[in-house]
C-alpha cells in the first residue's frame, strides 16, 4: 500500500515537472516566433492583402523607428496614449512577421534633452504638449536609404486608418519619384490669363487664378495639363483626372480607353448639370444653354454602366438651404449636402469624410460588365428621387411640390476595379480620311487590374462650392466649407501610390450593436405606428360621419344640440379609442418585458458561460480519470 502511494507521487511529482517544461518550452517557442490567430469577425488583427503584398515586394531592408515616450507619471491623458501605442506596436511586429530581415524596427523612449528626442526631432515628428506632462511624442518614421517618411503623430482617432498610413509611408520610400497627375477638363481649372488691355487701363492683372484643389497637387504630384482634345495620354501619366468633359470627342474618350487598359487610373468628374457651366453662361444672350452636362457615354457602356445626364438626384435627407432672391433661405433638395449616411465608412477614401456638397449631381445605373467589381463610395437615401436636371437648377420649390421618393439608394460615386475591356473593339475611331491608330495597334483589355473612380458631378471640386474666402488686411483667408477636396487628394493620393494601396481597407469598428433588440424595437415601433395610423383613420370616418349628421339637420336652431345618434357614434369612438389605447399599453409593456428578458439571458450567459465550461471540463477530466483508476 505505501509502495503504490509513493509510486502515485512519484508520478504526480513527475507529471507536473513535465507540464512545466511544456509551458516554458511553448512560450519559449511563441516567443521567438509568436503565433497569433485573429478570431474576430472584421478579421482586425490581420494585415490586408495589399499590405501583405507591398511587404513581400521589398528586396532592400526599410526601418521604421517608432517613437513612444515611456513616462512615469500616469495621467488619463498618458494612460490613453501608451494603451494606443501598444497596438502600434502589435501591428508593427505584424509587420515585422511578413517581411522578415527587410524591415528593421526600432524603438525610442525621447526624454527631455536626450539624444532620442534630438533624433526624433531630425525625423521631422512632433510632440503633443499635455497638461502637466510635457512633450509627449508618439510617431515613427520610415526610411530607406536617403528617403524617409514620418507620421508626426499618431491620432488614435486615426486607428481605423492606421495600417493603411504606415503602408503608404512604406511604398512612398521604396517608390520616392513622384507620380505624374493628369487634368483634363473643359473648365478653368489651371486658371485663365487676364486681358493685356485691361491690365493697362487698370493696372491689375485680370484674369482668374488656378482652382486650388490644383494648386494643392501640385505641392505633392508632378501635374501635368491634358488637353481635352488629345488622341493620346502620355506614357508617364499615372493618373488622370477627368474634370466635367463636356463635348468630348470619340477620339478623347479612345484616348482615356487605352490609357486605363495600359493600366492608368482614371478618376473622372462627370456632371448631369454643371452650376459652374450655368454661372459662366449669359442668361441674357436668349437661346438654349448648352455644355452644361457631361459624360464618358462610350466607356460607361462599354463598362456596364449608365450616366443619364437629364436627370439629378434629390434627396429630402440631404438637401440644403441656399438664399432665394429676396435674400430668405429657400429648400434646395438637388443640391446635397452629404453627411455619413451617404459615405462609405468601410472605404479608406471615404472612413473619415464626413461632409460632402454634391450640387445637382447625377446618378450612375447599371451593373458592371464581367470582370470588374463596384464598390459604392456616395449614395442617397431612400428619401430620394430623379429630377429633371433642368428644373433643379431653377429652385426648389418645383420640386418639392409633389416629391415622391423612390425608396432607391441612387449611387452617386463608384469605384469599379478589375481588368477592363476596350469601349473600341474596331480601333480608334476615323477622323477624316485616317485613323489615329490602327486597329490591330489598339489594346483589347487590361492585362492587370487597375482601377476607375466615377462622381456623377464635379461641382464639388470647385473653389465655390468647397472653400470659404475671406479678404482681410492680411490678404485673403481661405476656410474649408467642406470636406470635398479632402476626398479628391485622398483619391489622388491612393491611386497614384502602388497598387496594392488601394486594396488596404481601414481596420474593423469594433462595434458590436445588439442588433435583435434594435430588431425588436423596429418591430414594436411599426406596430404602434400602425395602431396610431388605424385610430387616426377612425377619427376621420368619424367626424365625416358626424358632419354628414349635422347636415341632415332642418331646424339650424338644433344644429350643436347632439342627435342619439351622433351621441352613440361618439360613445362607440370613445371605446374603439380605450381599447387601441389599452393594446398599444400592453404592446409596449409585452415588448419591454421582452427586451428584459433578452438582456437577462445575455448577462447570465456572459457571467456563467465561463465557469459553466470550466466546470464541465473538469467533471468530463475526473470522469476519464476515474475509469483509468477503475481499470488499474
Known sequence: MQKKSLET????????????????????????????????????????????????????????????????TATPET???????????????????????????????????????????????????????????????????????????????????LEYDITRAIARVFTPEKPTVGIMSALPV????????????????????????VDQLKQDFNVKHVELTADKIDDDVNVLLVIHPKDISDKAQFAIDQFVLRGGKLIAFLDAQSAITMRQQNPMAGGEMSGASSSLDKLLK???????????????????????????????????????????????????????????CGAFTGEPAAGLKETVLLNSTKEAELVDSFMAGMGGDSILNGFKPTGVNYKLAIRLTGKFKTAFPDGAPVTGTNSVAKANDALKESKTE???????????????????????????????????????????EQMAGDNNLIGVRSRASMSRPFTLIK?????????????????????QETQSHL???????????????????QQAEIEN???????????LKQAQKDLRKEVVSLETRLEWLNILAMPLGVTMAGIGIAVIKRKKTSAK
Open 519 to 539: 430588431q425588436l424595437e423596429a418591430e414594436a415601433e411599426a406596430r404602434g405606428q400602425a395602431k396610431i395610423t388605424e385610430l387616426q383613420q377612425s377619427l
Open 9 to 72: 507521487i512519484l508520478y504526480s511529482s513527475a507529471g507536473i515537472v513535465l507540464m512545466l517544461i511544456a509551458i516554458v518550452a511553448v512560450n519559449v517557442i511563441t516567443g521567438v516566433k509568436p503565433v497569433r490567430v485573429d478570431m474576430t469577425q472584421e478579421k482586425a488583427y490581420t494585415l490586408s492583402p495589399g499590405t501583405k503584398a507591398i511587404l513581400q515586394k521589398l528586396d532592400t531592408p526599410v526601418k521604421i523607428r517608432f517613437y513612444c515616450t515611456q513616462s512615469e
Open 450 to 492: 487597375t482601377s476607375v473612380v466615377l462622381f456623377g458631378d464635379s461641382d464639388l471640386l470647385a473653389d465655390d462650392f468647397s472653400l470659404r474666402k475671406t479678404e482681410t488686411p492680411f490678404g485673403t483667408m481661405i476656410n474649408p466649407m467642406n470636406a470635398n477636396l479632402d476626398l479628391a487628394q485622398n483619391l489622388v
Open 190 to 213: 489651371f486658371g485663365e490669363p487676364g486681358n493685356p488691355m485691361m491690365m493697362e487701363q487698370t493696372g491689375q492683372p485680370g484674369g482668374t487664378p488656378a482652382w486650388t484643389l
Open 302 to 360: 462599354a463598362w456596364g454602366m449608365q450616366f443619364d445626364t437629364s436627370k439629378v438626384v434629390a434627396d429630402l435627407n440631404f438637401k440644403m438651404q441656399l438664399q432665394g432672391p429676396n435674400g430668405q433661405p429657400t429648400e434646395a433638395p438637388a443640391f446635397l449636402a452629404l453627411t455619413p449616411d451617404g459615405i462609405n465608412r468601410d472605404d479608406i477614401v471615404t472612413s473619415q469624410i464626413d461632409n460632402l456638397w454634391l450640387p445637382m
Open 79 to 161: 494612460v490613453y496614449l501608451k494603451d494606443y501605442a501598444r497596438k502600434v506596436e502589435d501591428l508593427l511586429h505584424e509587420y515585422k512577421q511578413v517581411a522578415g530581415k527587410n524591415l528593421i524596427i526600432e524603438k525610442f523612449d525621447p526624454q527631455p534633452d536626450s539624444d532620442a528626442e534630438d533624433s526624433a526631432k531630425l525625423d521631422g515628428l512632433e510632440a503633443q504638449p499635455l497638461q502637466g506632462e510635457g512633450a509627449f511624442y508618439l510617431g515613427l518614421a520610415v526610411s530607406l536609404a536617403d528617403e524617409r517618411v514620418a507620421l508626426p503623430f499618431l491620432q488614435p482617432n486615426r486607428e481605423k486608418q
Open 573 to 583: 369612438f370613445r371605446q374603439k379609442q380605450a381599447e387601441v389605447s389599452k393594446e
Open 547 to 565: 358632419n354628414d349628421l349635422q347636415a341632415q339637420k332642418k331646424d339650424k336652431d338644433q344644429r350643436f344640440i347632439l342627435s342619439p345618434e
